[in-house]
């Protein structure tokens, strides 16, 4: 069992950073893929982006250049580090764990957030114009 709290989410304006973390506990391992999904009200989910336990990237199409994700393995926490936030980035973003190899964006976007083996209770990152 793996428990994964979120936090750093609030309201910025449109063009400001925030930074996401989110720290796993119980049964983890590096080896894990952690990441991020995102849900506006009204809307469906979306994948945001993810990283293995060797650094290796994905990264959806609408906040590439914008996001960076990263680990801290001794911690077992990921980040989501986001710039240039837009209204549009509006949402709960909830943590993920998914074990096994690593997978690309499109992957991840088909499975969903309920088809990772973890996530979160998500946290609300309100971004206005």
Do not use: H
Request: net charge positive; glycine share 16%.
């Amino acid at each position: 069992q793996v428990q994964l709290v979120e936090s750093g989410g609030g309201t910025v304006q449109a063009g400001g950073s925030l930074r996401l973390s989110c720290a796993a506990s119980g049964r983890t391992a590096s080896s894990y893929n952690m990441g991020w999904f995102r849900q506006a009200p009204g809307k469906e989910g979306e994948f945001v982006a993810a990283i293995s336990g060797g650094g290796y990237t994905a990264v959806a199409d609408s906040v590439k250049g914008r996001f960076t994700i990263s680990r801290d393995n001794a911690k077992n926490t990921v980040y989501l580090q986001m710039n240039s936030l837009k209204p549009e980035d509006t949402a709960v973003y909830y943590c993920i764990v998914k074990n096994g190899g690593w997978y690309g964006s499109t992957w991840y976007q088909d499975q969903g957030r309920y088809g990772m083996d973890y996530w979160g209770k998500g946290t609300l990152v309100t971004v206005s114009s």
